[in-house]
């Protein structure tokens, strides 16, 4: 018997399932640990691979739909991309002056606008 008198935890598969659902949302170890009644410890001793594939998969997905939405075309595809190249291409908006203002047709600015509102890919021909 364990400390304190408890039986040991025994998972079961709706525990695992609750636990791998609360991973992937980003609910912290300590947290989940309490929402099913044991410690952190216990958790991951009990419960390694849901709380690992949880949040990979959930990163996988949100991805997946971040990639098809940069991808795509509408406003949304261009909100999408920047994000997806500031995060994964590293890009980074260039050091601005205080005095400086872009203007619509400096380079990135002028790029960004014209594929906003025609609605175009960047690869299509002005």
């Not at 190249?85 to 002056?97: Q, S, V």
């Amino acid at each position: 018997m364990s400390k304190g008198g408890r039986p040991p935890h025994a998972p079961t598969e709706a525990l695992r399932r609750q636990v791998k659902a609360l991973a992937a949302y980003g609910v912290p170890q300590d947290e989940i640990g309490r929402v099913i009644g044991i410690s952190k410890p216990t958790l991951e001793r009990h419960y390694r691979e849901e709380l690992d594939r949880g949040e990979v998969e959930a990163n996988a997905k949100v991805a997946e739909s971040l990639f098809r939405k940069a991808t795509g075309d509408g406003a949304q595809a261009v909100t999408a991309a920047i994000c997806w190249l500031k995060t994964r291409a590293r890009w980074r908006e260039p050091a601005t002056d205080t005095n400086m203002n872009l203007s619509a047709d400096s380079s990135i600015a002028g790029l960004i606008a014209r594929v906003a509102s025609d609605g175009r890919k960047v690869h299509d021909p002005g």
